[in-house]
């Protein structure tokens, strides 16, 4: 029997009362044989129940939900009170052409030379092509698309020949990459490229539609019962500013898991080190783009699966707010979670790419309210004045949460730079509730995708999941509606704690991730593993962003001492994407560590 919790309204809580309480997930790491025979144990009926529900009472859910009182209404979406206008930013129409926001991005950025970078010495460090730099060099007829299409084809196929398979794509055909790069290359000998972003090779997550391309969410059936007839939003805007889209990436099944395995077509390996997970679900997006392959890719984050593997390789993800960006046409389209977001390989990138993305659905418009969106504008007096006058919440104890120190000493470096060089003021911060936060997030977003599987899984397809993704639906059924209302009402308490918050800051800084890329056990590349240890260091500060619905972004600042890559995360206000990306731009030039190169990388721009 559980005993009977109240909770005090949100409004009530005394924060000064309020104790950081380290996270300690129960529960066993398993792969190879006792992985498979605890799963077969989990799936046996009654068996399965006891074995769940002891699971779950090791980790309160009962007692955070079925056993507490909690005063707040449901919360069902993100709901946002409206937000004060963001300084130094240029709004961008939404129902301007995906081209003509992008147009108007680029002239946004900072002065940028690419002509020093073409031909100055690249012998001094490591730095990946931009976007403006292909650009230049296509206009500049010292290569073509085509030219550089053929040096991406056969680095694919080079990774698609190793053993063990470590696929990056899969789906993949050479010969529609090749007719987009010859389009692409004849509008340039015409001197009319579409925009900034033609002839710039993209890759496409597993989870979102990119026709012709099945889109299989790393399953080995989803392709048989959901046909894709056309692109989904944000690819085909993708498409219309001339991207190649050089097909589907790689990804974990589903999207449930945080560390890309994937065991139907194996899985994608870090670029800095091929012995450690890329982090996931947003795998192969996140890899092709560290490696240099492509310059941005799209993913899907639900739980981190864009900003998890981009801090683990080493680039920039963008987790916008719920609702920027039309869902329609990809896996976790109908959920209250998960957002379509760009990973590249700098800032100004991502910001190119988020704005031929972003533009809310029309329900959306309705439902939410957005508020117009904004890019950065980095030619102006006062960019430079709005990050001086940033306000920056550090909940310090959570920040410090980190099973390698290297992540905390190394954000805190940036912390600290921000406030010396830029005159941030760095407020600390108390978030109550953490525990219940990550509960309601796995109730929430496990409820929402056994909903949209239930259907194939009753009609026998569920068996052809892999065994991690089993395990997780196992844990998702034992799930009740009032389990889903508690977490609803949990949302808006959270909600209110955090609007609170951020009327005495502007961003909530933390490390993206408690742990660099964890490494790959031989046994888990056949089979899978389930390691909830590993799960909650790489979730710890990510949460937050999906089940508020709030704009968050990752951007690499250093290296643990095993040259691992670190992420710092910056979580902003609803609708506030500007005012992050303009201090992450900050972060890349002058606070964080030189670039290393990864182990494997291709510079198919040169073909060095």
Same mark, same amino acid.
């Given at each position: 029997m559980g005993n009977k919790r109240v909770m005090l309204p949100a409004s009530e809580i005394d924060l000064t009362a309020v104790k950081y309480i380290p996270e300690n997930i129960q529960a066993p790491h398993l792969t190879g044989f006792w992985f498979k025979f605890f799963l077969n144990l989990a799936e046996v009926p009654g068996i399965g129940s006891l074995i769940v529900n002891r699971l779950k009472n090791d980790n309160k859910f009962d007692e955070k939900l079925k056993y507490t009182v909690i005063p707040e209404y449901p919360m069902f979406k993100p709901e946002f009170p409206p937000q004060e206008p963001e300084p130094a930013v240029v709004s961008i129409e939404e129902d301007a052409k995906p081209e003509d926001r992008v147009e108007l991005a680029l002239k946004c950025l900072p002065e940028y030379d690419p002509a020093s970078n073409w031909s100055g010495d690249t012998t001094? $460090?490591?730095?990946?092509?931009?976007?403006?730099?292909?650009?230049? #060099?296509?206009?500049?007829?010292?290569?073509?698309?085509?030219?550089?299409?053929?040096r991406f084809i056969s680095a694919?196929?080079?990774?698609?020949?190793?053993?063990?398979?470590?696929?990056?794509?899969?789906?993949?055909?050479? +010969?529609?990459?090749?007719?987009?790069? #010859?389009?692409?290359?004849?509008?340039?000998?015409q001197g009319n490229?579409?925009?900034?972003?033609? %002839?710039?090779?993209?890759?496409?997550?597993?989870?979102?539609?990119?026709?012709? /391309?099945?889109?299989?969410?790393?399953?080995?059936?989803? /392709?048989?019962?959901?046909?894709?007839?056309? +692109?989904?939003?944000?690819?085909?805007?993708?498409?219309?500013?001339?991207?190649?889209?050089? !097909?589907?990436?790689?990804?974990?099944?589903? !999207?449930l898991g945080t560390t890309g395995n994937n065991a139907n077509y194996g899985t994608t390996r870090n670029p800095h080190d091929p012995d450690r997970y890329t982090g996931g679900s947003s795998s192969g997006p996140a890899a092709i783009v560290a490696l240099g392959l492509c310059s941005a890719a799209?993913?899907?984050?639900?739980? !981190?699966?864009?900003?998890?593997? $981009?801090?683990? @390789? %080493?680039?920039?993800?963008?987790?916008?707010?719920?609702?920027?960006?039309?869902?329609? %046409?990809?896996l976790c389209g109908d959920g209250t979670v998960a957002i379509i977001g760009p990973i590249a390989t700098t800032v100004e990138d991502t910001i190119l790419v988020y704005a031929a993305i972003l533009?809310?659905?029309? #329900?959306?418009? &309705?439902?939410?309210?957005?508020?117009?969106? @904004?890019?950065?504008?980095?030619?102006?007096?006062?960019?430079?004045?709005?990050?001086?006058?940033?306000?920056?919440?550090?909940?310090?104890?959570?920040?410090?949460?980190?099973? $390698?120190?290297?992540?905390? +000493?190394?954000?805190?470096?940036?912390? $600290?730079?921000?406030?010396?060089? /830029? %005159? @941030?003021? &760095?407020? =600390?911060?108390? &978030?109550? =509730?953490? /525990?219940e936060m990550r509960i309601a997030h796995v109730v929430s977003i496990g409820s929402e995708a056994l909903c949209a599987l239930n259907p194939d899984c009753c009609d026998g397809k569920g068996e052809r999941l892999t065994y991690d993704t089993r395990t997780n639906l196992t844990l998702f059924r034992s799930f009740t509606a009032a389990d889903y209302v508690a977490s609803q009402r949990l949302r808006r308490r959270l909600m209110y704690f955090h609007m609170e918050i951020f009327k005495r800051v502007d961003i909530i800084v933390t490390p993206t991730t408690g742990m660099t890329a964890p490494i790959i056990p031989p046994s888990a590349l056949k089979v899978g593993e389930t390691n909830m240890q590993v799960t909650g260091n790489l979730m710890r500060f990510i949460i937050t962003a999906n089940l508020l619905g709030l704009p968050a972004v990752t951007v690499p600042v250093g290296y643990d001492k095993q040259g691992l890559p670190i992420g710092i995360q910056l979580i902003g206000r609803p609708w506030c994407e500007a005012s992050i990306l303009r201090l992450a731009a900050a972060i890349e030039e002058t606070c964080?560590?030189?670039?290393?190169?990864?182990?494997?990388?291709?510079?198919?721009?040169?073909?060095?």
């Open positions: 001094t $460090s490591f730095r990946y092509w931009k976007i403006r730099d292909y650009a230049y #060099a296509y206009r500049s007829k010292f290569t073509t698309p085509s030219m550089v299409a053929e694919i196929e080079e990774f698609n020949n190793k053993n063990p398979t470590t696929p990056l794509l899969i789906s993949f055909d050479p +010969d529609d990459v090749r007719k987009q790069a #010859a389009a692409s290359t004849q509008r340039f000998e490229p579409l925009s900034i972003l033609d %002839g710039i090779f993209m890759a496409i997550k597993d989870d979102i539609d990119c026709y012709s /391309h099945p889109s299989k969410g790393a399953t080995t059936w989803m /392709h048989e019962v959901r046909e894709v007839k056309k +692109d989904a939003v944000s690819v085909s805007r993708l498409r219309s500013c001339g991207a190649i889209l050089v !097909g589907k990436a790689n990804m974990h099944e589903l !999207g799209l993913g899907t984050d639900g739980g !981190g699966s864009v900003r998890i593997p $981009s801090s683990l @390789c %080493g680039v920039v993800g963008l987790k916008s707010t719920y609702g920027r960006t039309d869902m329609t %046409g990809s533009g809310s659905s029309p #329900a959306d418009r &309705i439902s939410l309210r957005p508020s117009l969106p @904004c890019v950065p504008n980095f030619s102006s007096q006062e960019s430079l004045q709005s990050v001086e006058s940033l306000r920056l919440g550090k909940y310090t104890e959570w920040f410090n949460d980190v099973f $390698s120190i290297d992540i905390s +000493d190394k954000c805190g470096n940036v912390l $600290s730079q921000l406030s010396e060089e /830029h %005159g @941030c003021r &760095i407020v =600390e911060i108390v &978030i109550p =509730e953490l /525990h964080a560590e030189p670039k290393k190169k990864p182990l494997q990388y291709y510079d198919i721009l040169k073909g060095n």
